[in-house]
């Protein structure tokens, strides 16, 4: 099992920039690519975007809504990722959560409880 917790979440005017964090635990050695997410106002957990990707060698990948100003890192010794995300806009309003999934079982995914970004004036 894999725990994740998500935290950094907030209100923020357009234009400004928060950094979330991720924290994993448990059998860290079962995961390889780490994943953000958001699911918009609204929708519903099916319609959850793929935001960010980056794998333990650090490769990444974003989605083209938020390539440009969104950055993901991680840090394999401190089993933590991050999102730091720039130039934010009323449309990155979303709970933002936290993937990982099972190198040992695929078809296991792990889920945190998500945090929330808020972009308004």
């Known amino acids: 099992q894999v725990q994740l917790v998500e935290s950094g979440g907030g209100l923020v005017q357009p234009g400004g920039s928060l950094r979330l964090s991720c924290a994993a635990s448990?059998?860290?050695?079962?995961?390889?690519?780490m994943r953000w997410y958001r699911q918009a106002p609204g929708k519903e957990r099916e319609e959850r975007e793929l935001?960010?990707?980056?794998?333990?060698?650090?490769?990444?990948n974003y989605a083209d809504s938020v390539k440009d100003r969104f950055t993901i890192s991680r840090d394999n010794a401190k089993s933590t990722i991050d999102l730091q995300m720039n130039s934010l806009k009323p449309d990155d309003t979303a709970v933002y959560y936290c993937?990982?999934?099972?190198?040992?079982?695929?078809?296991?995914?792990?889920w945190g409880k998500g945090t929330l970004v808020n972009v308004s004036s």
């Open positions: 935001v960010a990707t980056i794998t333990r060698a650090h490769a990444t």
């Open positions: 448990g059998s860290i050695f079962r995961v390889n690519v």
């Open positions: 993937n990982a999934m099972d190198v040992v079982n695929p078809s296991v995914g792990y």
